[in-house]
């Protein structure tokens, strides 16, 4: 039996995110450029965003560029900005069919002007779908996210828009990047690293975690059901007991 024929359809979870880890190492392995893992890690995108789409879930975010990414060598910073265009203006006509809405979180004033224009074509090509929505993370990073949620709400109390009283858990929430967006379900993190680098660690407060020795290029459609199994097969408490749980 396949990792897909063992999923529960009425138990899905509503958000996925995903650490897209390992193209570099990857592309090592086979004697290649850094770049050459990540143009291997387009199809990734392509099968696990179908598969979601399949599926019926109702968000998949991907961690696709960090705030820390902009320290990396400036040839493969230009890289990655063609190749993330390219592949998301290749691969709308199939977000368009398979009804995927594109939705983007992160510093996006970071982005070469023209990366900014041709990615707004893409959201606007696609705002009318109705199905699964398509987060991409792009400059994005958690501290950053909270940094300027912080920011955003001390202007507003300065303004005298605000009074402390006001804030608790929901509003600082929706000063956030994904104020319209549901907590992630489910974490999944590839390429062996056990850690969060800087992801939505507000949003994953009571997330579960899937880690996989697989690098990017490599995780099939196949291994996406194999994480979903997984998450399936556990039991969310969310502070309370199994007991209170199953009342």
Avoid at 61 to 90: G, H
Avoid at 184 to 204: A, C, K
């Amino acid at each position: 039996m396949t990792y897909k024929q063992q999923i529960n359809t009425d138990k899905l979870p509503s958000h996925v995110a995903i650490i897209m880890d390992g193209n570099g190492r990857w592309a090592q392995q086979h004697g290649k450029e850094r770049i050459y893992g990540h143009q291997h890690g387009v199809q990734a995108v392509h099968d696990v965003t179908e598969a979601a789409a399949e599926l019926g879930l109702g968000y998949l975010t991907l961690y696709a560029f960090s705030t820390e990414n902009w320290n990396r060598p400036q040839p493969e910073i230009d890289a990655l900005m063609v190749l993330l265009v390219q592949t998301i203006e290749n691969e709308t006509p199939t977000l368009n069919k398979n009804n995927v809405r594109l939705l983007t979180i992160g510093n996006l004033e970071r982005l070469p002007e023209q990366t900014k224009i041709r990615l707004q074509r893409c959201i606007d090509a696609t705002s009318k779908n109705t199905g699964l929505s398509l987060v991409l993370a792009i400059s994005y990073s958690a501290r950053w996210e909270i940094t300027k949620a912080m920011t955003d709400i001390a202007k507003m109390a300065s303004y005298g828009g605000v009074k402390p009283e006001d804030i608790d858990e929901e509003f600082v929430a929706r000063q956030l990047s994904t104020r319209n967006i549901p907590d992630p379900d489910l974490l999944i993190r590839t390429s062996g690293e056990l850690r969060i680098s800087n992801f939505l660690l507000w949003q994953i407060a009571y997330t579960e975690l899937y880690f996989t020795d697989i690098y990017w290029p490599d995780f099939t459609k196949e291994e996406f059901y194999k994480a979903i199994v997984s998450y399936q097969h556990r039991q969310r408490r969310f502070g309370k007991t199994n007991e209170q749980q199953q009342q």
